[in-house]
């Protein structure tokens, strides 16, 4: 692992290095030449806002920066970002004129907006981006090709408006047309060796899965097709081929295909490894990025991209990770597998941390030859096959091994039966939990009332008891509101039963809602009263929690298909220091009393004792 770490930090200081900070320079495009990288020749700006235009922007004098690296790389970020470069063309008398595309490749980014100035003046304007429809690009190209027709002695400046929820990665190329259809072809050609091969080995494994009914080949093989449903995304061949016009999956698929491969990923080295039997443990771990991947699978739907995608390549690192960590752990248990998929996981370590380092714009798009990245994952995809091979043959040796040998059959029973019995305990322990479980169930419902869910009035009995004996021994004061709603019984008559129900659940909520310690207790006393204790709390903070009730209902709103309505309530406060152990009732009774001359009173209103 020492010489993995190397690389990849000699890599990481390779890539970060910054570049001179010189202005950059008009690009000449000589005859002869048929590919052009524009990364020392551009400029950028941060519109952090996303509200400047390109008119604004012209007349804006504000200042371009020159790029810190050798490909433009911002990672995940909410701004937009302008990218500007002056390019004219070399022609003698005798060179033909040669077609060039402007080539943006990165097939991820959501809208790219490209403006075309020759001689000062706009030329053309182009709208890109996957959040269009496919049909609309300029050229059927995966990534965003724009043609420029440069004239001879011509000055032409493009202005690029890049904005998306994907990393901002932005390599850009010219192409002769040519070079561009050449470049296709053999991107075409790469493409099929690799997505062919990642089929047919999924389908191979397919095929073993239905000889053997061994759930690790069923893992690898969904892996296998998630891995390459992850490049088709960073490719755009997904986007192209699969869902033109579907513009939506371009958010939604990226995420599931990364989060479905750490899934099957952490499924098969769960299995294969048999990491719930010797390292219960990381096999727990291995589960918990099963159960993580398939929240972000969900969350894919309905939460923001950006930041469903960095929670996926951030699982992702951690998944590899722990790939790892079970694989050198099974080594030195001598698990007889563990070698052949270190190996493998080596690779995917490397084109994994490779991704996600480019996906957070750490590491810049063209730093490393997706082709690369591809020759690992596919090397990764043989490497666990051979595995799985291997275990197959070491499986049916250990089965010759084990029918030739009758004393270790029967050691295995009887180690079979201590295990059986072992989970029997475990089975009666935990129908014993369950049934402890039924019976705090059981005593919540016999406390609680059905329709508001505070307690009932025998459950507030005791706790109002206990509460009582507490604050004349400490001699500190307990406080008690007694809530009634006004007009409840013409809310049943002109609205119905069921409304009225509503209403006493809106009203305990806004009662819950209202208590400010976790000490405070809310009972419904019966019918539409209730009543609110709370402890160590004196008259004039009582009042100050009466009035935050009656605020809240009268902000509340209770309303069902039908009928609408704010109901209020009538509130008598009352609280004292116990000075007679046996006399709970003389609090409640004062409470009530105030209650009384709320009503009297107009209702909707608060009383309490006043010294």
Same mark, same amino acid.
Request: charged share 20%.
């Given at each position: ?36 990288? /524009? ?23 504000? *200042? ?37 595309? !402007? ?31 496919? =049909?609309?690009?300029? $050229? ?63 389908? #191979? ?11 690790? #080949? ?9 891995? =390459?449903?992850?490049?088709? +995304? ?13 513009? &939506? ?16 990923? =952490? ?5 294969? !490894? ?20 398939? $929240? ?34 099974? &080594? ?9 998929? %270190? ?22 798009? *063209? ?11 596919? $090397?990764?995809?043989?490497? !666990? ?23 270790? =059959? ?11 019995? *072992? %989970? ?11 049934? *402890? ?12 009332? +059905? ?21 004349? @021994? ?29 209403? /006493?659940? @809106? ?89 009384? !001359? ?12 006043? %010294?």
């Amino acid at each position: 692992m020492r010489w993995i770490r190397l690389i990849l930090y000699w890599l990481l200081a390779l890539s970060t290095a910054p570049l001179a900070a010189e202005p950059p320079q008009p690009l000449i495009l000589s005859p002869g030449q048929s590919l052009f990288s /524009l990364n020392t020749h551009i400029e950028y700006l941060e519109d952090k806002e996303g509200q400047l235009g390109i008119d604004a922007l012209l007349a804006s004098g504000l *200042e371009w920066q020159p790029p810190k690296r050798e490909v433009l790389s911002f990672g995940f970020t909410s701004s937009t970002y302008w990218v500007r470069f002056t390019v004219s063309r070399e022609l003698t008398d005798n060179s033909p004129a040669t077609p060039y595309v !402007l080539v943006i490749g990165n097939a991820i980014l959501d809208w790219v907006d490209v403006y075309i100035y020759e001689n000062g003046s706009l030329a053309a304007h182009h709208s890109l981006g996957d959040k269009l429809p496919h =049909a609309q690009r300029l $050229l059927d190209y995966p990534h965003f090709a724009v043609p420029l027709k440069l004239q001879q002695s011509d000055t032409t400046t493009v202005y690029l408006r890049v904005r998306s929820s994907s990393s901002v990665l932005i390599p850009l190329h010219i192409y002769s047309n040519q070079h561009l259809v050449e470049r296709s072809y053999e991107r075409a050609v790469a493409q099929a060796l690799f997505y062919g091969a990642m089929l047919v080995m999924a389908l #191979y494994n397919l095929l073993i899965l239905k000889s053997i009914r061994d759930v690790s #080949y069923f893992y690898y093989a969904m892996m296998v097709l998630s891995t =390459a449903v992850v490049f088709g +995304g960073i490719e755009g061949i997904s986007f192209k081929y699969l869902w033109p016009d579907a513009t &939506w999956l371009n958010d939604v698929v990226p995420i599931m295909s990364v989060a479905s491969l750490v899934a099957f990923a =952490a499924l098969f080295f769960r299995s294969f !490894l048999l990491l719930p039997q010797t390292r219960p443990f990381l096999g727990r771990l291995a589960l918990g990025f099963v159960y993580a991947s398939a $929240l972000i699978m969900a969350g894919a739907f309905i939460l923001p991209y950006q930041q469903m995608m960095m929670l996926a390549v951030l699982l992702a690192i951690g998944g590899i990770i722990c790939a790892v960590w079970a694989g050198f752990a099974r &080594w030195l248990d001598g698990f007889h597998g563990a070698w052949v998929f %270190n190996l493998a996981w080596g690779c995917l370590l490397v084109v994994g941390m490779l991704l996600a380092l480019t996906s957070l714009g750490i590491l810049p798009l *063209e730093w490393f030859s997706m082709r690369i990245t591809q020759i690992g994952a596919g $090397l990764q995809a043989v490497l !666990l096959s051979f595995a799985l091979a291997h275990r197959m043959r070491f499986e049916k040796r250990m089965a010759a091994l084990a029918r030739q040998d009758a004393a270790k =059959a029967q050691q295995k029973m009887l180690e079979h039966q201590i295990q059986a019995n *072992e %989970n029997l305990d475990r089975i009666v322990l935990e129908r014993t939990l369950e049934l *402890e479980k039924t019976h705090a169930k059981l005593r919540e419902i016999s406390t609680t009332d +059905g329709l508001t869910r505070l307690l009932n009035r025998r459950a507030f009995d005791d706790v109002f008891l206990t509460e009582y004996r507490n604050a004349h @021994r400490c001699q500190r004061p307990l406080a008690v509101l007694m809530i009634d709603l006004d007009h409840f019984k013409r809310i049943n008559d002109n609205y119905g039963h069921s409304f009225g129900d509503l209403c /006493l659940v @809106r009203t305990a909520e806004v009662i819950r809602a209202c208590l400010r310690h976790s000490a405070d207790i809310a009972a419904r006393y019966g019918g539409e009263e209730f009543i609110v204790l709370l402890p160590e709390t004196d008259i004039e903070n009582a009042v100050a929690v009466a009035q935050l009730i009656m605020d809240a209902l009268s902000r509340s709103l209770v309303t069902d298909e039908q009928h609408q309505l704010r109901v209020s309530a009538s509130i008598g406060v009352a609280s004292g220091v116990p000075k007679e152990l046996t006399d709970q009732e003389a609090l409640l009774r004062e409470a009530d009393r105030q209650l009384y !001359l709320a009503k009297e009173n107009g209702r909707n209103t608060i009383e309490w004792q006043k %010294n």
